[in-house]
């Protein structure tokens, strides 16, 4: 599968931005979906996940509350709500495609399949 993310940017403390990261090439309903950052000096990081037919979610402590992820089958798209943007949101976001997942479960690791990345700045 083939995964595109867009959506990212240069926003200031308290905005907001929604990632998406539109997939082809397989049937994107049979992967659980993820997204997750990596910051300048640091290893890449959990940041967010959904189940195959996303009736189950999972996030990150640091953007519990805040971040949002969704999908949309029939788009073949998975979405990345972020609000109350910190400047310690800043990083390139990259999301993650997981195949042999349950159709409930949700997944920190296990992903074989990775988008691009997207930089999201988050100035103070």
């Known amino acids: 599968v083939q995964l595109q993310a867009s959506g990212g940017g240069l926003v200031q403390a308290g905005d907001s931005l929604r990632l998406s990261c539109a997939a082809s090439g397989r049937t994107f309903s049979n992967y659980g979906m993820g997204w997750f950052r990596q910051a300048p000096g640091k290893e890449r990081e959990f940041v967010a996940a959904?189940?195959?037919?996303?009736?189950?979610?999972s996030y990150a402590d640091s953007v519990k509350g805040r971040f949002i992820i969704s999908r949309d089958n029939a788009k073949s798209t998975v979405y990345l709500q972020m609000n109350s943007l910190q400047p310690g949101d800043t990083a390139v976001y990259y999301c993650a495609a997981r195949p042999r997942s349950i159709q409930s479960g949700v997944y920190t690791s296990g992903y074989d399949y990775w988008g691009q990345g997207t930089q999201v700045t988050v100035s103070s």
């Open positions: 959904i189940s195959r037919g996303g009736g189950s979610t």
